[in-house]
T-cell receptor
Framework: KAGVTQTPRYLIKTRGQQVTLSCSPI?????VSWYQQTPGQGLQFLFE???????NKGNFPGRFSGRQFSNSRSEMNVSTLELGDSALYLC?????????????FGSGTRLTVV | AQSVTQLGSHVSVSEGALVLLRCNYS??????LFWYVQYPNQGLQLLLK??????LVKGINGFEAEFKKSETSFHLTKPSAHMSDAAEYFC??????????????FGTGTKLQVIP
């Protein structure tokens, strides 16, 4: 059974650019959550999708957006990149509607903004 | 609102010694609780979860955790540390809202160092 796949693994962008990150959940998982991880802030919740609907959103500016497709694959987009957006972005999928079984995480996308 | 507090951002133990990583939660109702482990440049991996069945939960790699409602704690233990246990560990909480949804909240993490 394939795990959660995040692409790309590493990304270097310039301030002001935009970036799109992709996440393919485990087959059959309909819930996909995104987290930003930085040394200073730890794991910060970005948003969560279930069956193409955004169910919850964290406290991030509107430059951060996401979507989920009918096959449960998800993308997140960050526009007008800032240096502070440099982080490990983690995607997690869950088989349970309420996420009570726990997450399966991808290996993350390491974004560096220069 | 739910929250978790992990005591100690860094913990060092000798190889073969007991591992104890502390987690206290705050939730209006008995929650679901999780421990995850993260190795460098990797995502998080689920170690174990408490979902209101047995209060002593056994997970992978010899780890276990005990849910103590009276102490609002869910500490992670392992009898004998191995070098491969060196990683960062996260406690997480999710309230059991029937039919609803609330995001999983993670603690700030504890980095475990194992000294040979």
């Amino acid at each position: 059974k394939a795990g959660v796949t995040q692409t790309p693994r590493y990304l270097i962008k310039t301030r002001g650019q935009q970036v799109t990150l992709s996440c393919s959940p485990i087959s059959g998982h309909r819930s996909v959550s995104w987290y930003q991880q930085t040394p200073g802030q730890g794991l910060q919740f970005l948003f969560e999708y279930f069956s193409e609907t955004q169910r919850n959103k964290g406290n991030f500016p509107g430059r951060f957006s996401g979507r989920q497709f009918s096959n449960s694959r998800s993308e997140m987009n960050v526009s007008t990149l800032e240096l502070g957006d440099s982080a490990l972005y983690l995607c997690a999928s869950s088989s349970n509607r309420e996420n009570h079984y726990g997450y399966t995480f991808g290996s993350g996308t390491r974004l560096t903004v220069v | 609102a739910q929250s978790v507090t992990q005591l100690g951002s860094h913990v060092s133990v000798s190889e073969g010694a007991l591992v104890l990583l502390r987690c206290n939660y705050s939730s209006s109702v008995p929650p679901y609780l999780f421990w995850y482990v993260q190795y460098p440049n990797q995502g998080l991996q689920l170690l174990l979860k408490y979902t209101s069945a047995a209060t002593l939960v056994k997970g992978i790699n010899g780890f276990e955790a005990e849910f103590k409602k009276s102490e609002t704690s869910f500490h992670l233990t392992k009898p004998s540390a191995h070098m491969s246990d060196a990683a960062e560990y996260f406690c997480a909480v999710s309230p059991p809202l029937p039919g609803g949804y609330q995001k999983v909240t993670f603690g700030t993490g504890t980095k475990l160092q194992v000294i040979p």
